[in-house]
């Protein structure tokens, strides 16, 4: 009898991999993982170097949407087809052999993986292997504790539209803020909006080569900075006390 | 020279500790911890059967504060103290010898030795490596994803006063509700004021022996669990469109 793996593979840095995960990875058979078209995938990287010579592998390639707006009803259909599709893939696949799905970050915090983990749930025996989440890598990069104390941590998702953003970011401690990507520039204006730019962090490829770590502030304005996570720490609210 | 190195240890199963923290942990000749008078201490359990046999352990115990009401100046003043001899006493091992500090979870979220963090920057190498949060392996044990597409995940903590713990829950997507303790009941009503105690799950122990998963709605009002955790799961804003 087979079954689906599902290992959260964590930030980038390989050795952050938890020793379940890592023995997963190296024992595995059968890898499944999304990418891009043209693309090696975050997760593969990851594990570069660490599957076994005879590993089969089945890359997901996300559908091309270029031509497509984005969030339309037709690009939503289109996605929703993609994952169909890759969970039939996965559920006959699982049906004799074990399959490791190598995810990055934790599976069950914003992970690809869960679009399909709905669609295969009851069909086969699905293990989760929790991991690092990225935000978690980045600010390991960063060096200095996120939140402590009483602090309120909030994560945001840059794609949020800018006055929601704002409204949030009013109201929280510490600040996560994910999908930056190209509203990044959205992002830096409701920062400074509630006036929390300046204490604002870029960690771009946090725990992986070509890390960047940067003030906010720095980033010149045209730069298009990769899995980038924007941290702004908390102040320890009611630190001493709150042990 | 010597140096500290902070392990963030995960949520408590030993598989979930990092290949970089294990392997730290597993050669460590100094040993240092956190642990309440009379208790094994958390982080010092999960690494129970790992360590080398002739590593020397240096536990930190918080003072007793049976006396001293919690928040007032004195308690404040107490552990201050307390932070300032074990930063002292850290600092002196590590001044010729390698000290590995265990520290349950991810170090930089809300972890204690924070408290160290501070008073020990420039006088000592500091490493320190990150781990899966408490918090993670909570809502891997529940086996949904916590948060996905658009959603926003706010961690609070139960420490704070009901009307903040009301408003803020009101306002979020994914919550995650920590230092529930002695806070459960206060927890539990704000849930109910903002209509999602019926979606709220207790974990107890995550990932630990003794773990237990319950629907918050269902655990006795007068049940005082450990190490627990509560959660309620975001629905997906916008989740296929948010890739």
């Keep these: ?16 991999m938890s ?36 590993v089969r592998e089945y890359p997901m390639e996300y559908p091309v949407t270029t031509e497509i707006a984005f969030g339309s009803s037709e690009y939503v259909r289109l996605l929703a087809d993609f994952y169909d599709e890759c969970a ?39 293990e989760v292997i929790a991991g690092i989440p990225g935000m978690a890598g980045c600010w390991n990069s960063v060096g200095q504790p996120i939140a402590l104390g009483d602090d309120v941590t909030t994560v945001l998702m840059g794609t949020l539209a ?10 929280s401690d510490a600040l996560v803020i994910m999908k ?5 520039q959205k992002v830096r204006r409701a920062l400074a909006s509630v006036d929390r730019l300046a204490d604002a962090w870029l960690v771009e490829r946090g725990t992986m080569p070509g ?33």
Tied chains: 1, 2.
Aim: proline share 4%.
């Design 211 to 243: 890390e960047r770590v940067a003030r906010l502030m720095d980033v010149h304005e045209a730069d298009c900075p990769y899995f980038a996570i924007v941290l702004v720490h908390g102040r320890g609210r009611r630190m001493e006390a709150a042990e």
């Design 19 to 54: 020793v379940r995960a890592d023995r997963e990875v190296r024992a595995a058979k059968h890898v499944a993982y999304f990418r891009k078209k043209g693309h090696p995938g975050q997760a593969r990287r990851i594990v570069e170097g660490l599957l076994a010579k005879d």
């Design 180 to 184: 930056t990507g190209r509203n990044l």
């Design 88 to 126: 039939e893939h996965l559920a006959r696949l699982a049906s004799t052999a074990k399959v490791v799905v190598l995810c990055e970050g934790d599976p069950y915090f914003y992970g690809s993986f869960m679009h399909l983990h709905a669609r295969l749930q009851g069909r086969v025996a699905i």
């Design 1 to 16: 009898m087979g079954a689906i793996v599902c290992c959260g593979l964590g930030p980038g840095d390989p050795e952050l």
């Design 162 to 171: 800018e006055d929601e953003l704002e409204r949030r970011m009013r109201n």
